[in-house]
């Protein structure tokens, strides 16, 4: 038996085709959702239209400045840039709050020389995170992330490379955790 779509070829039996039923069937099985799907694989729930992001709070000890800025900036990058959400300056007025506070920065030799001289360094940054729905009162994201990075202490400038590094990799897995439904 030989379907087609609905078409007046002389012979063929008027129907749908296999590939246009099931097309049919998947759409209407995925058009009820309510969530938002965008092309970065970001699924944000379909009554957010807002995030606010405070300034992320730095609690550590770290002696590497700036990270707050740099964090709060690739969240804004990750969450406004990369999905539908639009910013909000006023926390009360947005329908959810993204915050971060940076816990803990360690500063360790992971690699020692026979002279006892540490020949690579390891960063590791520890932020905690909460995402609040706002509409809903409910939170959407409450953990705490880590990364490390390695360097050469060697190279000065090298251990702010690698907190900034190690901060690229936390705006990811926070994105990821808050956007994915797995």
Known sequence: MRYTTWSRVPGARAGWAPGGLLALLLFALVAPGCRYYSFTGATIEEHLATIAIPLVD?????????????????????????????????????????????????????????????????????????????????????????????????????EEEAARDALVKIADDVFTAATSNW
């Open 58 to 158: 730095d609690a550590s000890l770290s002696t590497v400045t700036g990270l707050e800025d740099e964090l709060t900036e690739l969240f804004v990058d990750r969450f406004v840039r990369q999905t539908r959400l639009a910013l909000e300056q006023d926390d009360f007025e947005a329908d959810s709050v993204l915050r971060a506070r940076i816990a803990r920065y360690e500063n360790m030799p992971t690699s020692v020389s026979g002279d006892e001289q540490a020949t690579r360094n390891r960063v590791t940054i520890t932020v905690e995170v909460t995402w609040q729905d706002r509409v809903k009162n409910a939170a959407l994201v409450e953990r705490t992330f880590s990364a490390f990075e390695d360097y050469d202490p060697a190279n000065p400038a090298s």
